[in-house]
């Protein structure tokens, strides 16, 4: 009996340590996992832009008169040479008729530049054509490289818009020519003609008025030729350049535009922030793949240029990686506890980076770890993504 009675009361004594034991012991930490694994990563600069149609034309008074009220309206499509308002020019007295000759040949010089800028433009494009037609031939043959092939096709396809608007001013100055010759025939009323096809895009004050030399009244442009403009940090400017991927969202359609990245202006300006940070801002400009119809002028959009991706690469969320020591580290899940892991990162984005060395395919990383997790302690938590 006596034997017995001992032996129970080891078995409650050992009961109770367990128990204990087990109400002491640490709680797992929850957490929430997600697998490495191997998915497409893009690098982008983002920043807001906004669209601009290329060659816009402000039509101006070219003298001092009364201009007749403008019967067209915003959005109206003219043709080259259709008219687009009337002035009754004021009698011209010898100090007028000089400014007025003076504008003739300012005007014909003007229209001499850009038919010299049409001629080396052409050359230009017809350089360009060669090239992206030397790099078809040699591409398929593996004697060039694709990316060379991509920008011998952007160059030309960059030349060709800029002669389409070299085009466009050598029309408009022609154009100027012709009024500034009207200017001179006193008492003629002028008529105002379009120097090229498009839409009427402003128009400032319709009413008839009297107006002096120079004052605007009407601005037209073609909305199918639309261009991208933002301002990039001059932080990020430097890691673009002219044919990089533009992708373009947030204009208020469900899909989203693409294009390429054209120029890089070579001169920043400073621009006040929001929070009253002055910052060293720089121009960049894209061409549009395509030009959707409900997109106009000065339209806002969200830009994404792409400075490098890839198709397939080991990667973790960014939330997982945080900075110990020199480097970066990430906690592991292994058997139930966080293994802490120095990892080298390579290109990342505000979502993901991408791991070159330190983790393998498939391995459960801990996101957001707070200062209650430590190498060693008991994690229980759920798997995200994978």
Do not use: C
Request: proline share 5%; net charge neutral; charged share 30%.
């Amino acid at each position: 009996m006596a034997t017995r009675t001992r032996i129970g009361v080891v078995v409650a004594v050992m009961a109770a340590v367990t128990l204990t034991v087990w109400f002491l012991r640490p709680t797992p930490q929850l957490v929430d996992l997600a697998p490495a694994q191997r998915a497409p990563l893009q690098v982008t600069v983002d920043e807001e832009g906004m669209t601009r149609i290329r060659d816009r034309y402000v039509v101006a008074a070219p003298v001092t008169g009364r201009v007749r009220r403008i019967m067209l309206l915003e959005g109206a499509v003219v043709e080259r040479g259709g008219q687009l308002a009337s002035i009754e020019p004021a009698p011209l007295d010898s100090r007028a008729r000089e400014q007025a000759e003076a504008r003739l040949e300012a005007a014909k010089d003007q229209h001499r530049a850009a038919i010299a800028a049409v001629a080396q433009v052409r050359a230009m494009v017809d350089q360009a054509r060669r090239a992206r037609e030397r790099a078809e031939r040699l591409a398929p043959q593996g004697l060039l490289a694709p990316e060379e092939r991509e920008r011998a096709e952007l160059l030309e396809l960059t030349r060709t818009g800029e002669l389409e608007s070299a085009d466009f001013r050598a029309q408009a100055t022609a154009h100027d020519v012709e009024v500034a010759e009207a200017a001179l025939r006193s008492g003629e009323v002028i008529h105002l003609r379009a120097p090229a096809r498009g839409k009427v895009l402003r128009i400032p004050e319709r009413s008839e008025r009297v107006v002096t030399a120079g004052t605007p009244l009407l601005e037209l442009g073609d909305p199918t030729r639309l261009e991208i403009i933002a301002d990039l940090l001059s932080t990020d400017a430097v890691k673009v350049k002219p044919g990089d991927r533009m992708l373009i969202e947030g204009w208020g359609g469900s899909e989203q535009l693409r294009g390429r990245l054209r120029a890089i202006e070579p001169s920043a300006f400073t621009k006040v922030s929001a929070l009253g940070v002055e910052e060293q801002r720089v121009n960049v400009i894209g061409n549009l793949d395509t030009v959707p119809a409900a997109l106009g002028h000065a339209y806002r959009v969200d830009v994404r240029i792409v400075v490098w991706e890839a198709d397939s690469v080991l990667q973790v969320p960014a939330s997982a990686l945080f900075r110990r020591a020199d480097g970066w580290s990430v906690f592991v899940s292994e058997g139930g506890r966080a293994r802490i892991r120095q990892v080298d990162v390579g290109h990342r984005n505000p979502l993901a980076a991408e791991i070159e060395r330190g983790l393998r395919q498939a391995e459960l990383v801990i996101l957001h770890p707070g200062d209650n997790i430590a190498d060693g302690v008991r994690i229980a938590g759920r798997r995200n993504g994978g």
